[in-house]
């Protein structure tokens, strides 16, 4: 799956260059995840034959939009954990706690994957993150983590590009091996 963040300032033309790479680069399910509501979000998500989606920063939001949008997604606050309306929780790895020498804060625990896991919820881990980061080895240790949390606990886990622009976007079979190699690690 593509995951393609879209901010508030980009016209339609713009999102209708990003949906028809991410098509060029094989994906064939594209989420556009909107920062903010507007009424046009789901109609522009519908001309372009895509899903829609709501980046939301409170409840209040997700109970709000939850029946206008295909997806409500979410940071990894142990609040969105235990809300029903949230579909998918983004980048769990992006805890600015540091780790320590032999343990790695990678953002999630048994009790936020048990409440996952009743929730239905998926967790998604961006690409972006590694490519804009000083210490992308880090992050890909804290996704290796997580993949494994997740495997553990029976909690979905895939990995998106959850690209800001288009030089961020990654091509499917890219995002499905590194899936396939996360999944595969003990």
């Known amino acids: 799956m593509e995951l393609l963040i879209i901010t508030g300032e980009e016209g339609a033309e713009r999102i209708t260059e990003r949906v028809a790479l991410a098509k060029k680069l094989g994906h064939k399910e594209v989420l556009?995840?909107?920062?903010?509501h507007d009424q046009r979000n789901t109609k522009t998500a519908a001309?372009?034959?895509?899903?829609?989606?709501l980046l939301i920063t409170s409840q209040e939001e997700a109970r709000k939009h939850r029946k206008e949008y295909d997806a409500i997604v979410a940071p990894p606050a142990r609040a969105f954990f235990e809300s029903r309306a949230v579909t998918h929780i983004l980048n769990p790895e992006a805890s600015p706690r540091r780790d320590f020498l032999h343990h790695r804060n990678s953002g999630l625990n048994q009790v936020l994957l048990k409440l996952a896991k009743q929730r239905g919820i998926t967790l998604l881990a961006s690409t972006s993150q590694l490519l804009n980061n000083r210490r992308p080895e880090e992050?890909?240790?804290r996704m290796i983590q997580n993949a494994r949390f997740a495997?553990?606990?029976?909690?979905?886990y895939e990995v998106v590009s959850g690209a800001t622009s288009q030089w961020e976007q990654r091509d499917a079979h890219t995002l499905?091996?590194?899936?396939?190699e996360l999944q595969k690690l003990k």
Do not use: E, I, P, W
Not at 47 to 53: E, I, P, S
Not at 151 to 156: D, I, N, Q, S, T
């Open 32 to 36: 556009l995840l909107f920062t903010r």
């Open 47 to 53: 001309r372009l034959k895509t899903r829609a989606g």
């Open 139 to 141: 992050k890909l240790g």
């Open 151 to 156: 495997r553990k606990y029976g909690v979905a």
């Open 176 to 180: 499905a091996a590194l899936n396939r």
